[in-house]
């Protein structure tokens, strides 16, 4: 019997997870995401896997750090309001370093917003969201088949690096139905370098790992070490010492920026020749695909450059596929998040243009066609 | 007890709290309370949130967890559903608890899982340097309520009960045997078991109070404390104007992880 099944993106990510060996879920439930903490709770438990409905998002970042601590797998699911309620509990596991995965169905805001709809507006939320100086990873699939997959990857780069990995999903993705079937993809699952020497000799927050990344103890392991939100020294204790805040805070920056060559994924679609560039993610790079095959019959040189990986930003893999365009087109579900990111690193004589739409629908392939002859 | 100390803290004394503050008394408590259970201290976690008393994890030789303000009780509840073999302590003063962890509380009082929660109520936000809480008593000044607060407190003990803990208990720091005893029990106790523990702050609530002098504030809870036995025996006009330490209610817990451990075997077929 084919194991070929319909699926929808929400349900692919919970599939995902459970591949990942993802073994604990805390969340809140908000519309687009509810199905993820549904169908969590539905396998979850079979499985002897912890499933915990929390009163509200911060408790359940609270919850899926603390389980990550013991050394589990943990993750939640949640949408903008949800996300925007995260935000501290996020900082608080980027100082900490510890692995967890947050999902973000994003819906157009800001605050309630429109809650059935489509957006991209939490790109900035996601990378800028929480205070201080930090770096996070931010992954956006454009399909179910490839949001169980990033769903995975998502896990595997939160125990890699020791770093909260956040999921964008946009609406469009989170319930879209299509084609699934994951029978013979074989999986590489990561898990985070655990310490193995006397518990004496146990640095939790090591800065000379040559990856930046400190080995994890699992609370229960005998390490008894200490985990603090405040800025803290090697061992894990509070400091106010200036060379060792400074050394803690940029570690923790560098460790992603440092590896985005590792981290960042791409896919790249009739770039060689390529004129007008396209750079779209999420379910309008499915928009932005229609759009190059349409053109390309037309005759006109455009192409798809479609990050995968959100943050770490790939400064120079971007400004090196802007260079040399007559024009490049960002299109996205918000007022040019992603974009600004693009100026930024773009050439000085490569115009680069914003094709927005925040009214909760789908970007569609005439629009981008349209644009693309707007600018040649 | 220096014994005591090398087993259960750091070493890495002296602790940053002021001269005259009753925490050090609540964390000998616990020491001494873990020293009677000898539990495996790989297998006890301390989760603790934002402000003086949560400062303590810093000091505990076990697991440490030290969070965000108000949010202790979440990630504990994370580590336990996690690995319900391990012993968790929760550190949390009043305006931790009480006010931004308020429905934190609420909610780990309503699941009644199998961990001990120590309040440091104080009265006071101390490490903002005194303002007041949502437990100052109504009329006490403060750096926010230089007149006086026209703010009601509330009886967290009261709202623990009625939240669903299993386990409710009052201590004081001036009956610091009684303290220890009561963390034993509550510790022992199969479900959530909450100890509110008046504490004092000469510093940041007596000096605005008329009560500067740490003994004095000791003195005052060893003059206004009523055992709950005695309690009982008291008129509610009697009984008003005092604080009822010992062990205010106590039943049998549904405790939510053995009734989860209970799903997962039914839903894995070992019990119908």
Redesign the interface.
């Known amino acids: 019997m084919s194991k070929v099944r319909l699926v929808q993106g929400n349900e692919a990510c919970a599939l995902g997870a459970i591949a990942a060996k993802a073994t604990?879920y805390?969340g809140y439930p908000i519309t687009p995401s509810t199905e993820v903490a549904e169908y969590m709770s539905t396998m979850l438990?079979?499985r002897?896997g912890?499933f915990?409905q929390?009163?509200?998002e911060?408790?359940?970042?609270?919850?899926?750090?603390?389980?990550?601590?013991?050394?589990?797998k943990?993750f939640t699911a949640t949408s903008g309001p949800g996300f925007s309620l995260m935000q501290?509990?996020l900082g608080?596991a980027v100082i900490t370093e510890v692995p967890i995965v947050i999902v973000d169905v994003q819906r157009p805001g800001p605050s309630t917003g429109l809650p059935t709809l489509s957006a991209q507006g939490d790109i900035q939320q996601a990378r800028f969201g929480t205070h201080g100086d930090h770096s996070v990873i931010a992954l956006a699939p454009s399909s179910v088949m490839e949001t169980y997959f990033e769903t995975i990857n998502a896990f595997n780069l939160a125990e890699k690096y020791r770093n909260p990995v956040v999921l964008l999903l946009d609406e469009e993705i989170g319930h879209l139905r299509e084609r699934f079937d994951v029978e013979d993809e074989a999986v590489e699952i990561i898990d985070r370098k655990r310490p193995t020497c006397p518990p004496q000799e146990y640095i939790p927050y090591d800065n000379n790992e040559p990856d930046g990344v400190p080995l994890m103890a699992d609370?229960?392991?005998?390490?008894?070490?200490?985990?603090?939100?405040?800025t803290h020294n090697e061992k894990g204790?509070?400091t106010s010492k200036l060379p060792e805040v400074d050394a803690s805070i940029r570690r923790l920056t560098s460790k992603i920026e440092d590896h985005v060559n590792e981290i960042a994924t791409f896919e790249e679609i009739e770039l060689e020749d390529c004129e007008v560039l396209l750079i779209a993610y999420g379910s309008v790079a499915r928009s932005a695909q229609e759009a190059v095959m349409e053109l390309r019959e037309q005759g006109v040189k455009v192409g798809l450059l479609r990050p995968i990986t959100i943050w770490p930003f790939h400064d120079q893999r971007i400004k090196a596929a802007c260079t040399g365009k007559k024009a490049v087109i960002v299109p996205e579900m918000n007022l040019g998040q992603y974009a600004r990111e693009v100026e930024r690193v773009a050439p000085a004589d490569t115009p680069v243009c914003t094709l927005t739409r925040v009214d909760g629908e789908m970007i569609e392939p005439a629009q981008i066609v349209a644009k693309v002859k707007e600018v040649l | 007890m220096k014994e005591i100390y090398k087993e259960y803290f750091r070493g890495n004394l002296p602790h940053i709290w002021c001269s005259g503050c009753g925490n050090g008394i609540v964390m000998s408590a616990w020491a001494r309370a873990m020293d009677q259970l000898q539990l495996d201290k790989n297998q006890c976690v301390g989760v603790s949130g934002i402000g003086c008393s949560s400062r303590i994890t810093g000091y505990l030789d076990i697991n440490t967890l030290h969070t965000a303000h108000g949010r202790a009780l979440p990630f504990a509840t994370g580590v336990k559903m996690a690995k319900p073999e391990m012993h968790v302590f929760v550190f949390s003063g009043d305006g931790d608890c009480a006010a931004i962890g308020g429905n934190h509380f609420i909610h780990a009082c309503r699941r009644d899982m199998d961990m001990t929660l120590i309040v440091f109520n104080n009265h006071i936000y101390g490490m903002t340097g005194g303002q007041f809480s949502p437990l100052t008593p109504f009329g006490k000044k403060s750096t926010t309520s230089p007149y006086g607060t026209v703010d009601p407190d509330f009886d967290l003990c009261k709202l623990a009960i009625g939240a669903g803990a299993s386990f409710v208990a009052r201590g004081d720091i001036f009956h610091a045997k009684q303290l220890t005893d009561l963390i034993v029990e509550a510790h022992n106790h199969p479900g959530f078991a909450v100890i509110e523990v008046m504490a004092t702050c000469p510093i940041s609530y007596g000096r605005h109070n008329k009560i500067p002098k740490p003994a004095d504030m000791v003195n005052y809870l060893k003059e206004n404390t009523v055992s709950k036995v005695r309690a009982d025996k008291m008129t509610p006009e009697e009984v008003a104007d005092k604080i009822v330490v010992g062990i205010l209610h106590q039943h049998e817990p549904l405790e939510y992880t053995k009734e989860y451990a209970k799903l997962v075997k039914r839903l894995q077929g070992g019990e119908k």
């Open positions: 604990f805390a438990p079979p002897g912890k915990l929390m009163e509200d911060i408790a359940s970042m609270g919850a899926i750090i603390g389980a990550a601590c013991t050394g589990l943990a501290e509990l608080y609370f229960g392991a005998g390490y008894r070490y200490h985990v603090t939100g405040l204790f509070y």
